[in-house]
């Protein structure tokens, strides 16, 4: 079954950078539509970041607009999200996914096949 792990999250101040990783099993990301979603307590799961694997347009939700990019490192079977100018309203926890479909909604969450386990963020004022 293909696991997606995440790592790179922590504590950080507002204006500083972070950037996360998400290491997948097996040959993925040549197919795979992939993705970041953020979540906090009591809130629903919000649209981050997303991208065809192999490369091509970059997605974003508005409250990270020309804030975070998304990559991929196809060699690696890792994604990214570099993360700059962190806010308070940043901190949540961090998922990256992936799913085979071709025809998805990228920025809704159920239609993607697999998650990691998030990787925590949070950003003091």
């Known amino acids: 079954h293909v696991q997606l792990v995440e790592s790179g999250g922590g504590l950080v101040q507002a204006g500083d950078s972070l950037r996360l990783s998400c290491a997948a099993s097996?040959?993925?990301?040549?197919?795979?539509?992939v993705g970041w979603f953020r979540q906090v307590p009591g809130k629903e799961r919000e649209f981050v970041a997303g991208?065809?694997?192999?490369?091509?347009?970059?997605y974003y939700g508005d409250s990270v607009q020309g804030r975070f990019t998304i990559s991929t490192d196809n060699a690696k079977n890792t994604m990214y999200l570099q993360m700059s100018g962190l806010k308070p309203e940043d901190t949540a926890l961090y998922y990256c996914?992936?799913?085979?479909?071709?025809?998805?909604?990228?920025?809704?969450?159920?239609?993607?096949?697999?998650w990691g386990q998030g990787t925590q963020v949070t950003v003091s004022s």
């Open positions: 996914a992936a799913t085979f479909k071709a025809h998805v909604n990228i920025d809704v969450s159920s239609d993607y096949d697999y």
């Open positions: 097996g040959s993925i990301f040549s197919t795979y539509v």
């Open positions: 991208m065809p694997s192999s490369g091509g347009r970059r």
